[in-house]
């Protein structure tokens, strides 16, 4: 007899649990699915390239009707979830109740969007759906958009309506771009590039209000120096948040997000959490690579299976065409830590690497990006790096050859460098 599964979200954490399952246990489970959105799993990841309109919507579906179909999926598309029955052990659904014998909330996150005035506007939004992705592609060329936060969401944002033909400001409150994934010299070249394809960056930059016109709708940002810039739409990219609202009804145990052990079990045994809506030993989760590992653990365990979610390190890559950077690990200065730069203007290349008791723990890289994933096991293996110390910022190709005769000096108008920063 199979079990009742309820799954309360279909994003791409909950769409990797269900390949798990039914690949390993097919008749294991009588599965249904909620969703809020009116479809089924996509690549939230691609949303950027169908904004730049280099790629369909229907190409970055990963799930569609025929897949639930083959596999017996019922789904509850276009359906809230309203409560949870723990007594009962139902999903009540704004169409009707679904039992379940085990239930897995994979509610996800939502936008943060900070009590601005003005932030409620006609013509503010967030950046988390196709229907967003819709709204920015409907701006047409020669309209203004404002973005509010440039880190990989927002930049993302501004490149894709930019390739659009929309004028785009990005407002940053730090001091450079992409502030937690990137130091100032990879900021910069990455702010020349993006300021090259149009679009305008406004940085230390503090916003204040959002300005309405007479018809109440969102006209303008105004900065607080007093400085307005004038838009026909407001995009929010400052944070997301673990959408925990479903399980603190449910009076389940919810700190940032809804709390979960090793096995993504919450405070109740027969409930388990997933994705972005998880805080997992204080930790909460933005990126889609701890996701995945906590949809195989998951799996294992609806299987009653041994496994166990860690939290490994991960790397950040911008989907900018043009664009390449690469960023993992820790890269902030301290004591007993040295710095391996390379830098060269022209080509629009930099790579900073810091290494800390001889092992790489941190790497910033932009123009060249092919070797970041070797950089990135390096970093997550706490590989000992004295005897590549040399040529380790050129990378894997470097390591089993012999090393490099002393490179002639540079010509003086060729800003190009490497320095060893102790």
Same mark, same amino acid.
């Given at each position: ?55 369909? =919507? ?9 897949? =639930? +179909? $083959? ?55 967030? =950046? ?33 309506? +930019? ?83 479903? +399980? ?31 805080? $997992? ?81 941190? +790497? ?33 190709? =470097? ?24």
């Amino acid at each position: 007899m199979p079990q009742r599964l309820v799954i309360v979200g279909a994003g791409m954490a909950s769409g990797r649990l269900l390949e798990h399952l039914l690949a390993q246990a097919p008749e294991a489970f009588d599965i249904t699915l909620f969703n809020a959105e009116p479809r089924g799993t996509y690549n939230r990841l691609m949303l950027s390239p169908v904004l730049a309109g280099e790629i369909s =919507y229907d190409e970055i579906v990963t799930h569609d009707d025929a897949w =639930y +179909a $083959h596999h017996n999926v019922t789904c509850r598309f276009g359906e809230w979830v309203i409560a949870i029955d723990r007594e009962g052990k139902r999903v009540i659904g704004t169409k009707g109740a679904v039992p379940y014998d085990r239930l897995v909330i994979a509610t996800g996150s939502a936008p943060y969007i900070p009590p601005l005035p003005g932030h409620d506007l006609p013509g503010v939004i967030a =950046y988390r759906d196709v229907e967003d992705t819709d709204r920015m592609i409907g701006l047409g060329a020669g309209s203004k958009a404002v973005v509010i936060g440039g880190g990989l969401l927002g930049l993302e944002a501004a490149a894709g309506m +930019a390739a659009r033909g929309v004028e785009v400001t990005v407002v940053q409150r730090a001091g450079h771009l992409m502030n937690r994934q990137l130091d100032a010299p990879a900021a910069d070249l990455l702010q020349q590039a993006l300021e090259a394809r149009g679009i305008t960056v406004v940085c230390n930059a503090q916003s204040q209000e959002i300005l309405a016109d007479a018809a109440g709708q969102a006209r303008a940002l105004r900065l607080a120096d007093g400085s307005e810039l004038p838009c026909d739409l407001v995009l929010m990219a400052v944070g997301i948040v673990p959408s925990v609202g479903l +399980a603190r009804e449910a009076g389940l145990r919810v700190g940032q997000g809804v709390c979960v052990d090793d096995q993504l079990l919450t405070s109740d045994p027969s409930i388990y959490a997933l994705g972005e809506c998880v805080e $997992h030993r204080g930790a909460v989760f933005g990126l889609v690579a701890p996701l995945f590992d906590q949809a195989k653990v998951l799996a294992q365990t609806l299987r009653d299976l041994p496994g166990c979610f860690v939290n490994k390190d991960v790397s950040t890559k911008l989907k900018v065409t043009g664009c390449d950077l690469f960023s993992a690990g820790d890269f902030s200065e301290a004591e007993r830590r040295e710095s391996i730069v390379f830098s060269d203007l022209r080509a629009g290349v930099y790579k900073r690497l810091v290494i800390e008791n001889n092992r790489l723990i941190g +790497a910033v890289i932009y123009g060249d990006t092919q070797d970041g994933g070797w950089f990135f096991n390096l970093i997550r293996d706490g590989v000992d790096v004295s005897a590549l110390r040399d040529t380790l910022i050129f990378g894997p190709a =470097y390591q089993d050859a012999p090393k490099p005769e002393p490179a002639a000096p540079a010509p003086v108008d060729v800003p190009v460098f490497m320095e060893v920063l102790a």
